[in-house]
């Protein structure tokens, strides 16, 4: 029995209200208990702030996408390279790093739980080899659903309880952990060279639309009562003038939420909120998405902050990749699974210089801070399409500081200085609404009861910073908490010390999240049971792999963590 | 001050020497410089553990570094230097002065792959031969060498300077294939035989083949028959054939090969 006492630091745990109160939190076998003995190990935090260990649910860590960039761009890793030590792996680091760096890295930087949000279902098996070989975070996958054609057409027959059958399967036989929809409709139609511009425009082949798939795929989470909502990159996702498109989506499932809690969680909001005709009449329609979102309830966002950098987009977005393509002129790969969706790749290099990157770094700060309720936005940089993870702490400045985001603004391009309405907002976000965006809300929006929270029965995952908000102002001081926040004091990964001092000292492996639906009724069963013998069928029309060869056993994952959720059909 | 190293065993292993710089070693005693770290293989050694190290003259003169025997196996000496010299009595391995903003490197024998590739400025003098990818960009990018000089009195390997981004490259031996591969700028000037394909994809820059080449790419084409071309002040004497591609890429670069030692390109002339 291990027993361990964090005492004296300044808590922030918003999901049980507690504000900075001094107080200890005690942890046995890698969960918060009310008391421990005298003789537990002390980790002395006092003067120091203590937060649950974060939570990032969008970062693309692992799979087929995340492996090719790694190979596409030797010139990324040449210059950051980890030298093995007595604890951890050797690895490179930069816009895609190695499996084991991109742990130690979030580790570092006290995140205990990642998300891995694009995994086409062909690549399961991949995708969990290279997050089994991730240490030091739990972590969970979200299977690209929104294009798939058993889905599809299900949804153009009305099927809506077959529909949610066919995906219950296979999320198992992925051991996903939500529902991840990636420009509905429009993967589908690139396969034939094609895409959609609009939630009404039909997809080829299948005389559906995006709207209905969006809102098809929506009630199918309902029914199957998945912890997360459905995970929504949007349509016309980087285009000028796609707020338009983000806010019809956001309105489409307005009808579909129930008891106030979300229904849709719209991703790297950032690159759906442009506003203007064209490339040179770009401005941000940051206010109008804020507006609507202070005003409903049934979304979640996180923001895909852009950070100035060299970086390598990525995304299932095939038609987008391969705009980007002709707009950068860059090396590039694209990619078509099966029945299932795209992919593509693209490096970049965000530049202060250019008054659109500009204006894209400047939608990202805007939305964060015009949204007053901090439980709907949440901190992430699409990793690593809008800059890498590790770049958080620089984001976390900007959070907290007026002055931080002043100085950044002087920096960039006078034209998308003129534009931005950074000058305007003083909202400067307190270490509590932080704790929220980077691990209450986004573990609260996944549904992980266990995490983003210091309560009695949590997992004993916490991140101590070095920053003691009684001797300083954050706000003033926004250097010495980007370098708290970078290298955490500690982090304690399941009740284990694993990082101090910013220094990997432990190296432990997480768990894998995975959804397992279990039907409440026998009918559902017997829907299950023909939705095998179907799917059996498809498999010889429509895919490349036997349908005996394609699920992953749980055996195979490193560690499994099943979430049992029982549907309610 | 003058450094000199002399390598106390022939290495076996690869040695990561990016420490072997006078950057590096300026204003530093004989035994701050052994105290350097190296990697050799997978073990982290010092400079000390593998060369004799002996320091002349005062630390405020600019830094010579001679190493005195062969470092075949050394990879990255000279790397990111930017000023000071350094002699190389023997051979010396990958990457020799890359990334360099200055300074110069002589090498009396052979080089290995990759010399000067991303350098930016100063100069490489190569007594022997070199392998391939000389000035070029690392693995993946496109940023190639974008200034100073690489002179190589032997022969070089193939896609020298690939995506080359200025600065000169001269070779007074022989070059292997794809000489100029994805070319944006600079000069390249090869004086013996190119085994073919030279300027494949370039956009901009020059390349010059005074000696026999095997072919020239069937997407450049013949603009005019020049008596001289001019290469760092230097005039020399052709006549030349002057082409234009890569037309696959819509390039602009220049190819320039040598009328007399290339007797079949005469079928070209027609379309002047």
């Known amino acids: 029995m291990s027993e361990l006492i964090v005492k004296n630091g300044f808590v922030y745990d918003p999901l049980n ?6 107080m200890d939190i005690c942890i046995r076998d890698g969960k918060i208990v ?14 120091m702030i203590v937060m649950p260990g974060g939570v990032d649910i969008h970062s693309h860590i692992a799979g087929g996408e995340v492996d090719t960039g790694r190979l596409l761009r030797p010139e990324d890793h040449v210059n950051d390279v980890e030298v093995k030590t007595a604890v951890t792996r050797s690895g490179v680091g930069f816009s895609i790093p190695s499996t084991f760096t991109t742990g130690y890295r979030y580790s570092k930087m006290g995140y205990t739980t990642v998300m891995n949000p694009s995994m086409a279902p062909l690549q399961a098996r991949h995708t969990h080899e290279e997050l089994s070989d991730t240490p030091m975070i739990d972590k969970g996958t979200y299977p690209l659903l929104g294009d798939w054609w058993i889905s599809l057409e299900h949804m153009r027959d009305g099927l809506l309880e077959e529909n949610a059958a066919h995906i219950a399967w296979m999320l198992k036989a992925t051991r996903g952990y939500a529902i991840k929809i990636v420009n509905p409709g429009g993967l589908e139609a690139w396969g034939f060279g094609r895409n959609v511009h609009g939630l009404d425009e039909q997809v080829p082949n299948f005389g559906i639309t995006p709207r209905e798939i969006v809102r098809g795929l929506c009630k199918v989470n309902t029914m199957l009562n998945l912890p997360h909502t459905i995970h929504l990159h949007t349509n016309n996702l980087g285009q000028p003038g796609n707020y338009v498109t983000a806010l019809e989506t956001m309105k489409c499932v307005e009808d579909l939420a129930k008891d106030d809690k979300p229904a849709l969680h719209i991703t790297h909001i950032q690159f759906c909120a442009f506003k203007g005709e064209d490339w040179g009449r770009f401005k941000s329609g940051a206010e109008d998405i804020a507006n609507y979102v202070n005003n409903h309830n049934h979304v979640t966002l996180d923001v895909g902050q852009v950070v100035f950098s060299n970086t390598t987009t990525m995304t299932a977005d095939g038609p987008f990749q391969f705009g980007l393509y002709h707009l950068t002129g860059n090396k590039w790969v694209n990619h078509d699974v099966e029945t299932e969706t795209s992919g593509g790749i693209v490096p970049f290099q965000y530049k202060r210089s ?5 204006t894209q770094w400047s939608i990202g700060l805007e939305i964060m801070l015009l949204i007053k309720d901090p439980w709907k936005i949440f901190m992430t940089t699409d990793h690593p399409n809008a800059g890498p993870f590790f770049y958080y702490p620089k984001i976390l400045a900007w959070y907290i500081s007026k002055k931080a985001r002043a100085d950044m603004l002087e920096r960039i391009n006078k034209r998308a200085q003129k534009k ?57 001081k926004f250097v010495t908490a980007r370098k708290a926040f970078d290298r955490a004091a500690y982090t304690i990964k399941g009740g284990e010390v694993v990082v101090k001092d910013g220094e990997i000292v432990k190296q432990v492996f997480g768990k894998t999240y995975w959804v397992d639906v279990e039907c409440a009724r026998n009918q559902c069963r017997t829907t299950r049971a023909k939705a095998d013998a179907n799917m059996k069928k498809k498999f010889k029309d429509y895919w490349t792999v036997e349908y005996e060869n394609y699920p992953i056993r749980e055996g195979f994952l490193h560690s499994s963590a099943p979430v049992a959720v029982k549907a309610e059909i | ?58 630390s405020a003169e600019e830094t010579t570094i001679k190493i005195d ?54 100069t490489i003098e190569i007594k022997g031969n070199a392998g391939d990818y000389i000035g070029a960009a690392y693995r993946g990018s496109t ?29 007074l031996g022989d070059v292997g294939i794809f000489a100029g591969i994805h070319m944006v700028k600079g000069t390249i000037f090869v004086q013996g035989t190119s085994q073919g394909r030279a300027g494949a994809q370039m956009t901009n820059g020059k390349i010059v083949l005074a000696g026999h080449s095997e072919d020239v790419m069937p997407t450049f084409t013949i603009e005019d028959i020049k ?46």
């Open chain 1, 420 to 476: 931005s309405l950074l000058p305007s907002i003083d909202r400067e976000l307190s270490l509590y609404e932080l704790a929220i965006v980077t691990r209450a809300g986004q573990a609260k929006a996944l549904g992980l009861k266990d995490k983003g929270h210091l309560g009695v029965g949590a997992d004993a995952d916490v991140a101590i910073y070095n920053i003691n908000p009684e001797r300083i102002d954050v706000s003033k």
């Open chain 1, 34 to 47: 009310k008391s421990v003995k005298d003789k537990a190990k002390v980790v002395e935090a006092s003067g």
């Open chain 2, 143 to 171: 940023k190639g060498m974008k200034g100073g000089k690489v002179i190589i009195h032997g022969n070089a390997g193939h896609e020298v300077g690939c995506f080359m981004n200025g600065g000169l490259i001269k070779i």
């Open chain 1, 354 to 358: 250019s008054p659109v990157h500009a």
């Open chain 1, 17 to 22: 209200s507690i504000d900075g109160e001094r």
């Open chain 2, 227 to 272: 008596a001289k071309v001019k290469i760092d002040d230097e005039k020399i004497e052709g006549p030349f054939y002057r082409f234009t591609g890569d037309l696959a890429d819509n390039g602009k670069g220049k190819l320039y090969v040598s009328k007399p030692k290339n007797p079949y390109l005469s079928s070209y002339e027609k379309y002047l």
């Open chain 2, 1 to 58: 001050m003058v450094v000199t190293l002399i390598p106390k065993s022939s290495f076996k292993f690869p040695i990561e020497g990016k420490n072997i710089s006078p950057d590096v070693f300026a204003k530093k005693s004989a035994k701050e410089i052994a105290a350097l770290e190296m990697w050799e293989g997978n073990r982290k050694v010092t400079i000390g553990d593998l060369f004799d190290v002996k320091v002349d003259g005062s």
């Open chain 2, 69 to 122: 025997g062969n470092v075949r196996t050394v990879r990255n000496i000279g790397f990111r230097m930017s000023m000071g010299e350094v002699i190389v009595d023997g051979d010396v391995g990958m990457h020799l002065g890359e990334e360099m903003k200055g300074g110069n490197i002589i090498v009396a024998g052979n080089a290995g792959s990759w010399a000067g590739s991303q350098m930016k400025d100063g």
